[in-house]
């Protein structure tokens, strides 16, 4: 099994697992294959939450812009059941930056959504311009049964994400990471590559201060990193 990185204290807020980033490269290429690879790699990658993630419009992608705008999160209720609510906060809504990997990434897979609307199988060469998705459509909507059709609106539901999420994760040596856990480590890893906090909140949906006291973990990269930082201010002032 791999050694995860934890919260060091137990007095800290958060006791979620923080990845180191070749980690979180070994983690998300693992699921290349599974129907979660999109999911996971848009939440490795933009740190966005679990629900805000399985409440993505195609709509909300504006590949000329690079960015992923968040409008909305997935709810599961006793009185509604499943269904789509707005953020707790004007600050959820956001539009994330992302890189052009994970633009290919998600182009791939909405193209795969106009191939199941038009009945054609992967790679047959056909003109999909002319193929609309219907309105509100889901990026990572619930997969379908057998003997069910696909549906573009249904959403996924967010606690079986995670728990086949995790699943997955301890088949590949990741036992105990929680799909949330990413969020936690990109942010991390943000800080440690000295992103500045206001930047990362604006990014994650979060103000600052809980960023800070509740979401980042230290990693060993950050304390060595720390502790070079010191060595060269240290040196020679000693007399060793």
Same mark, same amino acid.
């Given at each position: 099994m791999r050694e995860l990185v934890k919260v060091p204290s137990p007095a800290e807020a958060d006791h979620g697992i923080a990845l180191e980033s070749e980690q979180l490269r070994s983690l998300v290429q693992?699921?290349?294959?599974s129907v979660l690879f999109p999911t996971v790699a848009v939440a490795a990658f933009t740190g966005a939450r679990r629900n805000e993630i399985l409440a993505l @419009?195609?709509? +909300? =992608? +504006?590949?000329?812009?690079?960015? =992923? @705008? &968040?409008? @909305?999160?997935?709810?599961?209720t006793e009185k509604h059941g499943l269904r789509i609510k707005g953020p707790k906060t004007e600050r959820g809504k956001r539009s994330i930056t992302i890189d052009d990997d994970l633009i290919a990434l998600l182009t791939a897979e909405r193209e795969r959504h106009l191939r199941i609307i038009a009945?054609?199988?992967?790679? !047959?060469?056909? +003109? #999909?311009?002319? $193929?609309? =998705?219907?309105?509100? !459509? #889901?990026?990572?909507?619930? /997969?379908?049964?057998?003997?069910? +059709?696909f549906s573009f609106l249904k959403l996924r539901n967010p606690r079986n994400t995670t728990k086949e999420f995790m699943r997955k994760a301890a088949k590949l040596g990741f036992r105990g990471l @929680? =799909?949330?856990? *990413?969020?936690?480590?990109?942010?991390? *890893?943000? *800080?440690?590559?000295? $992103? /500045?906090?206001?930047? &990362? !909140?604006?990014?994650?949906?979060?103000d600052p201060a809980v960023l800070l006291r509740s979401y980042a973990k230290r990693t060993r990269k950050a304390d060595t990193s720390a502790a070079a930082v010191i060595g060269a201010l240290s040196r020679g002032a000693l007399g060793i």
């Open positions: 693992g699921f290349r294959g @419009r195609w709509d +909300d =992608l +504006d590949t000329a812009a690079k960015t =992923l @705008r &968040i409008e @909305r999160a997935a709810e599961e009945g054609v199988p992967d790679g !047959a060469v056909v +003109d #999909l311009s002319f $193929v609309k =998705l219907p309105p509100g !459509a #889901l990026m990572f909507p619930n /997969p379908p049964g057998p003997g069910e +059709d @929680r =799909l949330y856990d *990413l969020r936690g480590t990109h942010e991390t *890893l943000l *800080l440690d590559a000295g $992103v /500045p906090v206001h930047v &990362i !909140a604006a990014r994650c949906g979060h």
